[in-house]
T-cell receptor
Framework: KAGVTQTPRYLIKTRGQQVTLSCSPI?????VSWYQQTPGQGLQFLFE???????NKGNFPGRFSGRQFSNSRSEMNVSTLELGDSALYLC????????????FGSGTRLTVV | GQQLNQSPQSMFIQEGEDVSMNCTSS?????WLWYKQDPGEGPVLLIA?????ELTSNGRLTAQFGITRKDSFLNISASIPSDVGIYFC??????????????FGQGTILTVHP
């Protein structure tokens, strides 16, 4: 069974640009969550999607957005990039998004210069 | 910000020693999870706990869901060099606002000397 796949693995962008990250969940998993990991703030929840609907959202500015497609694949977008957006972005999938263990992908390392 | 207090922040141990780390929260969680993260990779689920008082093992790893539902610990017995990494606890609330949302501890960096 393939795991959670995130692309690309590494990305370098310039301040002010926008970026789109992709996540393919484990087959059959319908819930996809996104997290930002930085040395200072640790792992922080961005948002969760289930059946193409955002069900939950963390405390991030509106520049961070996402969507989910009918095949459960998800994308997150960050617009008007700032230096502080440099981080490891992780997605996690679970069958329903309830109280079950979540499987994480390897992440996308975003560097903003 | 994070609501979980994980300790210790780092540990330096000799191969073969036992390790213990714990997490405490000001809030009650319905689920406690323990993850291990290697450099450049995503966290890997080690143990999931779903009931207060539950004690679960996975090989040399043992974790418990505290009776108050506000704490959890993870023990690693007879450590080996491949145990090196960062260990995170994570809690999840019940209910709709918890969908997909895990609250993570700050992590425990484990170093094992051969």
């Amino acid at each position: 069974k393939a795991g959670v796949t995130q692309t690309p693995r590494y990305l370098i962008k310039t301040r002010g640009q926008q970026v789109t990250l992709s996540c393919s969940p484990i087959s059959g998993h319908r819930s996809v969550s996104w997290y930002q990991q930085t040395p200072g703030q640790g792992l922080q929840f961005l948002f969760e999607y289930f059946s193409e609907t955002q069900r939950n959202k963390g405390n991030f500015p509106g520049r961070f957005s996402g969507r989910q497609f009918s095949n459960s694949r998800s994308e997150m977008n960050v617009s008007t990039l700032e230096l502080g957006d440099s981080a490891l972005y992780l997605c996690a999938s679970s069958p329903e998004g309830g109280n079950y263990g979540y499987t994480f992908g390897s992440g996308t390392r975003l560097t903003v210069v | 910000g994070q609501q979980l207090n994980q300790s210790p922040q780092s540990m330096f141990i000799q191969e073969g020693e036992d390790v213990s780390m714990n997490c405490t929260s000001s809030s009650i969680f319905n689920t406690w999870l323990w993850y291990k993260q290697d450099p450049g990779e995503g966290p890997v689920l080690l143990i999931a706990l779903y009931k207060a008082g539950e004690l679960t093992s996975n090989g040399r790893l043992t974790a418990q869901f505290g009776i108050t539902r506000k704490d959890s610990f993870l023990n690693i017995s007879a450590s080996i060099p491949s145990d090196v990494g960062i260990y995170f606890c994570a809690g999840q609330f019940a209910g709709g606002t918890s969908y997909g949302k895990l609250t993570f501890g700050q992590g425990t960096i484990l170093t094992v000397h051969p």
